[in-house]
């Protein structure tokens, strides 16, 4: 079988597990380059992948690759994907695929007509729980209520970016990704605490038939809360993502005469199964199971929680069909 072969742009923290995603698909994948402009990480990546080709610029491979893997800071985002979408290359970009709004529709003019794999990192999409739960989110009869908490101590990490980027990206796109219903609104509160940028972040989002979502990010809680609650006249589920358990309580007693059912669902490599579908796709000629649009959308609702956050106002979610 014909092998996809790949760069790693970026030989940071989130970098180095994707090399090593990479080597473990050997099979299908055939490991090109490190392109990474920092001598140090150079020297890293060069240790720990001694046959792999290490560079500090992407042009010095481009005409040896079939596809690469962004994994660098947002701001670069942009132009990385344009660069490699003008050069007819497949990409795998972590989230998010760009800055703001105005980079994304130029991101969606240059894909426009390009026979290629665009697949974005929203990896929290990869939980099992969601294979459970998904389709029963997507028959709840309105109007039900979504809360979601995604905070944890400072870690120091990502601080070049808001926890609206970094973190309530994921939930964003969760709400998408789950629910029948579409974000027609967005307000935001929100504090900058350690960094000149936000670190905790109150999301309320009106959905369509009067659905309601809240979402709480933060980098600056006393401990780690991961979780998304669900209620409906039917009653609630909660899905504790930090210890991958779902709680139930329904309208009615279980048969066992309990009033909440607890489930525990085992535990993924999510960056694994990205780059399994990721390789897929580009040579089977599938699409991608996060694609341009998918990327897109979440960026135009972190641009609008962003300007609600900025103006204090609601701010309206565009149909980006």
Avoid at 175 to 197: E, N, V, W, Y
Wanted: aromatic share 8%.
């Amino acid at each position: 079988m014909k092998k996809v072969r790949v760069a790693v742009l970026g030989y940071g923290h989130l970098g180095k597990w994707h090399c090593q995603k990479v080597v473990a698909h050997e099979a299908v994948a055939e490991f090109v380059a490190i392109v990474e402009k920092f001598p140090a990480g150079q020297d890293l990546a060069r240790t720990n992948h001694p046959k792999v080709k290490v560079v500090s610029d992407i042009q010095e491979v481009i005409h040896e690759i079939d596809a690469a893997f962004i994994v660098t800071p947002t701001s670069t985002h942009f132009e990385l994907v344009k660069y490699l979408i003008e050069n007819n290359k497949h990409v795998f970009c972590e989230k998010p695929l760009c800055s703001d709004d105005q980079e994304s529709q130029e991101l969606r003019k240059i894909a426009g007509g390009k026979n290629l794999i665009i697949q974005i990192g929203h990896s929290e999409r990869f939980h099992e729980a969601w294979d459970q739960l998904r389709e029963r989110f997507q028959r709840l009869n309105p109007p039900y209520s979504v809360r979601i908490n995604r905070v944890a101590p400072f870690k120091g990490r990502a601080t070049d970016v808001d926890v609206v980027q970094d973190l309530a990206i994921h939930d964003l796109d969760l709400l998408s990704f789950l629910f029948k219903q579409k974000p027609k609104m967005i307000s935001a509160t929100g504090h900058k605490i350690r960094t000149q940028k936000w670190d905790h972040v109150a999301i309320h989002v009106l959905m369509e038939n009067k659905c309601e979502a809240s979402i709480v990010v933060g980098r600056n809680a006393v401990k780690e809360v991961r979780d998304l609650e669900v209620t409906s006249k039917d009653g609630m589920i909660l899905v504790d993502l930090f210890t991958n358990k779902i709680y139930e309580a329904s309208s009615s007693n279980f048969n066992d005469g309990s009033f909440v059912k607890e489930v525990l669902y085992p535990k993924r490599d999510h960056l694994l199964l990205e780059h399994e579908h990721f390789y897929s796709s580009i040579l089977h000629h599938k699409p991608s199971v996060i694609n341009l649009k998918d990327g897109l959308n979440a960026v135009h609702l972190v641009d609008c929680t962003l300007n609600s956050l900025e103006t204090q106002l609601p701010v309206t979610v565009k149909d980006l069909e």
